[in-house]
Each structure stands twice: as structure tokens, then as C-alpha cells.
């Protein structure tokens, strides 16, 4: 739609973020109940991810999570990468590409063995202005 609309212009992550949340919005009494999260690279080159609520309610933030995972997930991201509830906290902290999949590789797996549904394996997508590179991590191998 966007890119008939304007011209063949592909829609900046902003854009498909107000989008989503127009089109949740509309659908407020009778909601999807979906939690979604949408990740890109915004004008800027920095990277963003938008988590929504159901009826499309949404921010701007460095990292999200959403799902039955969530509750387990989220300390781990706000431990390491905003360096929240620690003794010693010292700002944010700066992940290659690498130590960054690493890390939600080991979330994935705590939250994995904690919950069951969980799921028996991730679709990691890494995002970067290069463009995107998509992983299978296996969670559950019995």
C-alpha cells in the first residue's frame, strides 16, 4: 500500500510502527489480542524496536520482548544491557553484533527450561543496515 501510494518509497520503520498502531487502534472493541514487537533501523541508523499493546499502544525503546517468555526474559535484557539491578551499575552497555545474539540466545534457553510454552526453537533476526540475517536457534532437543 505504502509504496503505491507514494511512489514506490519503501516506508521508514516509524512509519510502519504508526501503522501498525492506527490499525490496531481501529480494531479496539474487538481487539486482535496480539503483542507484537516491531524492530528496525530508523532514520537515524539506529536501531528501535516498538512493542505494542492490543489495542496499539506503543513506544520506542532499545530492546523488547512479548509472550509467555516475557516475564523471564525481560530481567535478563534489563540486567545486561541497561545494567539495571546491579551493585556496580555503569550505563548502558555496548554489545557486538555477536555478544548481543549471544545473549538472547541464553535468554531464550533460561526462559526455555522455565516455561513450556515457550517453544522448541527461536527465529533470530538480526537487523542491521546491511540488511537482515535470519538464525534457527533449537531450544528443546528431547
Known amino acids: 500500500y505504502q509504496r503505491r ?8 520503520v516509524r512509519s ?3 501503522m501498525l498502531s492506527n490499525m490496531l487502534y ?18 537515524n541508523g ?3 524496536v516498538f512493542g505494542y499493546d492490543a489495542v496499539g499502544c506503543t513506544e520506542p525503546q532499545k530492546y523488547g520482548c512479548s509472550g509467555s ?3 523471564l526474559i525481560e530481567p535478563i535484557l534489563d540486567n545486561q544491557v541497561l545494567r539495571q539491578h546491579q551493585t556496580k551499575a555503569g550505563g548502558e552497555a555496548d ?15 533460561s526462559a526455555g527450561e522455565r516455561d513450556i510454552y515457550t517453544g522448541d526453537s527461536v527465529e533470530i533476526f ?5 540488511g537482515v540475517k535470519q538464525e534457527n536457534f533449537p531450544l528443546k532437543r528431547d
Open 69 to 71: 517468555g516475557n516475564a
Open 16 to 18: 510502519v510502527s504508526q
Open 126 to 130: 538480526v537487523i542491521s543496515k546491511d
Open 26 to 43: 481501529y480494531r479496539r472493541f474487538f481487539p486482535y489480542y496480539t503483542f507484537n514487537l516491531l524492530a528496525g533501523v530508523d532514520e
Open 46 to 48: 539506529e536501531g528501535v
Open 5 to 12: 501510494v507514494h511512489g514506490g518509497a519503501v516506508p521508514g
Open 95 to 109: 554489545f557486538t553484533m555477536q555478544e548481543a545474539v549471544d545473549l538472547i540466545k541464553d535468554a531464550f534457553t
